[in-house]
Structure formats: C-alpha cells, structure tokens
C-alpha cells in the first residue's frame, strides 16, 4: 500500500493525520499513565517559590543529553564552567551544548510571544544549534545510514515537497483538539524526523521541538523533562519504533515508546527536582546553624542555580562588596559547602551536593 523504497527519496511521505487507529486500549492506558506523571511534575513546578531558579540547570542537562547523540560529549564539569567562566572555551562539544541550550531559550521565548510552532520557528532554531544559515535541504542526497554504512531511509527530496509536508505537519499540531495532545506529540515527532527538512541537526531541532509542544499546550510550564536521557539510553528502541512507521504503517509501537518516554522521565524529573529541594532546604539549615553571618535566603538560592557559582554572581544580587562576598565564599567552602577550583585567573565554586544529584 506504500510506496517505501528505503534507497529512494521518500516524497509520498503521508500526510497528517495518520491513517490509523492510534487510540487503541493500549496507547490509551498508557497516555493516561504518562499524563498523570507530567502532571505531578508540573504541579511540583507550580509549586516552587522560585521555578525559574532550577531552569539553567534544567536547560543545560537537557542539551547535554540531546547532543550526547549526536556524539557530542562534554563533562558537567566543563560545561558549568563554560557557562560561568569568563575564559573562552575552545572545546568545540562544550560550546554545541551551549548553543543548544540556546535554542531551546529561543524556542520558549518565541512561544511566548506567538503560541505556535512554524516552519520558520524550526529553521531559527537548527539554525542556532548549528550556528549557521542553512535553511530547509534544497540538494538531494541527503540519506540516513544505519551504523554499518547502509541507507535505511531516504528523506522526501526538493524543497517544495518539503515545505508542503512541513506546512501540513503545522497544520496537525494547531488543530487536531480531538487527539490527546501527547499522542500528537509523537506523531508530530515522526513526522518531522521523517520529512527530515535540514541537512542535518533534525534529531536535536526535533527534540527541543517535544518540549516546546509540551509547553504549548500547557503542560509543562518549564522544560523540566530530560527526554533526550531516555532516548540515548532506548536508542535502537527509537529507531526501530521510527522505521516501523515508515516501512508497515505501524504507529502503536512508537507511540507507546514515546508516551513511556514521558512518563518514566517525569517520574525521574520529580525526583531529581524534589531530592534538590530537600539538599537546598537541609543545606540553607546547616549554613544558618554554621555560619549565621554569611546565611541569608538569597546566598542560599544562588548556590543552587547552577553547580558552579563565582563572586560576581553574589555580588549582582546585592550581597555585599567584592570582599565581603569573597570572605563568604572562603568560608563556605571552610565548612565543606563548595569546594573551590581555580579556572584562569577566575576562582569558581563548585556545589558539589549539586552537582552529584545531577550526575545520578
Ligand atoms: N528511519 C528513520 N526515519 C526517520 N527519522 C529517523 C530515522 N532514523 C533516525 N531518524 C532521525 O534522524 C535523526 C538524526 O538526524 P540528523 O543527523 O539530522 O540530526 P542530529 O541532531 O544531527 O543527530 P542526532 O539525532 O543523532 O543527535 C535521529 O535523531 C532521528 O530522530
Ligand atoms: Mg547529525
């Protein structure tokens, strides 16, 4: 019934909606199970004094596993440094990192001002991953290989054909109320990695792209799910459920796979949030008790915005002068709270307590 020849240009790439049942017993179970896990972690999110404290953190572990498929590996500890150090970073994954972690800025920011997800949205923020000016393939040639070397899928080719599906995919992911938004999340998720629009940087770009439909349809305020661990760790899952789409019209095997993705990292994202904020509350307790003259909430917060924290940061909330606040930091890292580590001439602090959750 279709058309697939995995060698060819895949231009009758169907439209959206899908022609299937994708609300079978199963999916539906399990939408409901992944639903209910986003919805305590937002709830937890709602619940924070202060939610935009964790979203550097967040953003960054984010990118560093959506860019770790791509082989792209850089260490937390080099990538926080990078975030915070003056110095220049000439490792060139740390700095791809930082440039997702932009792009996913971008893409919230631009929902923010206009709530929906276009084509051009796509080009701006492949093009800030990659940091280039490519816009949508206009050459053909552009094939997937499996790891041996053979072609497994040949993307649609030509940029008309390319922009009518993409235009069509826009199209599914305004309207559509009727499908649970979850399901079109994945669906949407297919469809983009199998139009396959960009040259290359279509697993990231689709990546941030769950977060920002997660976001537009209200059910993740923040981007607080780290999605791409779990597909690094299902990778061959993924790639299976992705070609079983294509090649038999079989949508329920990725589906679920996607929908698991969500729940079992929104349970994760839950308690990795919930174990920080007890290390915050026990920490904030221990500093009061130790070093009453150097506590104070804000102190508190800014050592756990991001692993690292350096005298500047301190000193742009109002702490105290350049003294005061280095006195402070010497003596927390006195009483065992930060440990110190001398980048350039720039002296940073590492919470370690922090940093160990992150890493688990
Ligand atoms: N058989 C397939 N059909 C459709 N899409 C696929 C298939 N196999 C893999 N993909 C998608 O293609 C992406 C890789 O494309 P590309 O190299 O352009 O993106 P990337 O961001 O550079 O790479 P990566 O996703 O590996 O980080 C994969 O992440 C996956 O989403
Ligand atoms: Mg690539």
Known sequence: MNSFDKSKPFNNLPLLPPKADLETKEILRKTIKASRALAQLNGAIRNLPNPSLFLDTIHLQEAKASSEIENIITTNDDLYRAVLADKKFDNPATKEVINHREAIWLGFRSLEKKPFITTNLCIEIVQCIKKNTAGIRTTPGTTLLNTKGEIIYTPPSGEDVIREKMANLETFIKNNDTIDPLIKMAISHYQF?????????????????????????????????????????????????????????????????????????????????????????VTGAEIKEKLPKVYSKDLVEVIFKLPYTKRKNLIDIGLGTPKTVGNYLIELEEKGFLKSVKVGKEKLYLNHKLMNILET
């Open 193 to 281: 990695e199998a139009i396959h629009p960009f040259s290359d940087g279509n697993g990231r770009a689709g990546r941030i792209l769950l977060l920002l439909q997660l976001k537009l349809e209200q059910l993740l305020d923040i981007p607080a799910l780290f999605l791409s661990e779990y597909i690094i760790k299902h990778k061959n899952q993924y790639y299976k459920g992705l070609r079983a789409v294509t090649e038999k019209n079989d949508w329920s095997v990725f589906v679920i796979y996607m929908l698991d993705m969500v729940e079992k990292t929104a349970i994760k994202g839950l308690d990795r949030l919930e174990s920080i904020i007890r290390l915050m509350e």
